[in-house]
């Protein structure tokens, strides 16, 4: 196959073609938007404020900025939030200690010893967990620290599997942890 003159002319045009038609197209497109510009702030205008109101909205569903005040006040020690938590945290650990589910007394006890985890790092007790926090504390620090260590590896038994206590240890365990919340002034 040769390819000619005219041939090569008319491969050449189309393809010079392209750019033109290109920057056409970005023209009209650009005269389009012009025309409509304050239509087209608008419509943005109020899609924004309705992405914004949804953001708003998903984030107070949940609880996102009551979590965040309660850290935030938390670490600055102000006001009684660590209490009231607590409080709130003990009534779900009696809750779930005076239902007839097994399941229900080991939930309370795992409770228990994650509410004293959390209260005692925002003590400023520094450790990996909480077997290493109650490791620094002494007895003239919480006077029943014996029992609690005891009371601790009893709820870490509890986040096996395999475990099973009966409702009178579970309670004992549960009376020192109350007993802890007092000496804190969290109950």
């Known amino acids: 196959m040769v390819i000619t003159t005219n041939m090569f002319k008319t491969v050449a045009d189309f393809i010079l073609s392209i750019p033109t ?52 006040m938390d670490a600055l020690m102000v006001g009684n939030l660590p209490r009231r938590r607590s409080i709130k945290g003990w009534q779900e650990i009696m809750k779930n200690i005076s239902s007839k589910k097994e399941q229900d007394w080991q939930t309370a006890l795992i409770l228990a010893d994650n509410i004293l985890d959390e209260v005692l790092k925002l003590a400023g007790y520094y450790g990996k967990n909480l077997t290493d926090r109650l490791d620094i504390i002494t007895s003239a620090q919480m006077s029943n620290i014996e029992e609690l260590r005891q009371a601790h590896q009893l709820a870490q038994r509890a986040k096996k599997e395999d475990f099973s206590a009966s409702k009178a240890e579970i309670s ?16």
């Open 21 to 72: 038609a290109i920057i056409d197209f970005t023209f009209s497109i650009r005269d389009w938007v012009e025309i409509n510009l304050v239509t087209l702030q608008t419509i943005s205008f109020f899609v924004s404020l309705i992405l914004i109101a949804g953001i708003i909205y998903a984030l107070v569903k949940s609880k996102y900025f009551d979590y965040k005040t309660e850290r935030l």
């Open 172 to 187: 004992e365990a549960i009376y020192i942890y109350r007993k802890t919340f007092q000496e804190l002034r969290l109950l």
